[in-house]
């Protein structure tokens, strides 16, 4: 159910931002202290005093609304358009009479407080990485692209304007993961499992061989799939899992043409956010998205 009532103005929208921020109470942004009176008002948005430091605030001090020429529920409206509708920042624009500017600005600055996701890997773990065009947005690439010489299978790098983003499904916990890297190397992959809840982690790739260490590392029991020999799926042992939610992520990010590499991350966490948020309805998914800001 979409939250109209949250859009009708700007103090509704306060109301919820209000509930979520302080449901476990209120505490001082400066000194936290629980110690803390209603205080009037600051246009729609209630006002406090601490008792402790003496400071006043307002429900936005100190969130990624604070100081926004846009009232909250436009913003609110544009991040929820994001995460459910994947909605380009230029469609909002002509859906929201704001200025292009500011609201490219408030969608990227909600994108970049996402928490990174946080592994505790169970397994057994699929893992697996594509590559994605993103280059310096605007700017014509200055090299010719550097031979590959023997660049693992043609991948791409970042310094290719390819990044590779990793795709992780525990299938111990179900949680999966899309992260971006600077290129697909041995160190990266360590670096992805190293928060894992037991050992050996079965770990369930194809036949790239940076994930080769793995087979010889006691930390790890790594199976792999080949590809190449049409052999996709050995019983347990596939990625498959990986491939189709890395094949959501394309389509997630096209509206956004041109990201840059640079930002890539921030859409991946907003993506992650999205599928968190997929079924939940609407008034929840918001608040949700509210709380993963704060
Ligand atoms: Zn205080």
Redesign the pocket.
Known sequence: MFPVEVFRSEASAANLLEQVRWREGLQ??????E??IKYGSYREYQRYR??????TFNDKTGTIFAHAKIGLDKLLFAFYSLLRFNTSIRQLDAEIDVSYRSLHRRVERFARTLDAPQLDLVGPVEIDEFYVSAGKKGRERDQESRSRGLSTRGRGTYEQDKPPVFTIVDRGTGDRYVIPAKSADESTIRLLLENRQKEPLTVYTDGFRAYDPLAEDDAFDREYVVHGDGEYANENVHVNTCESHGSLLRPWLSPHRGISKDKLTQYLRAFQLRRKLLRKPGREALKHAIKATL
């Open positions: 001082c942004p400066r000194c936290q202290s110690s803390v601490c008792k402790n430091c003496g400071r």
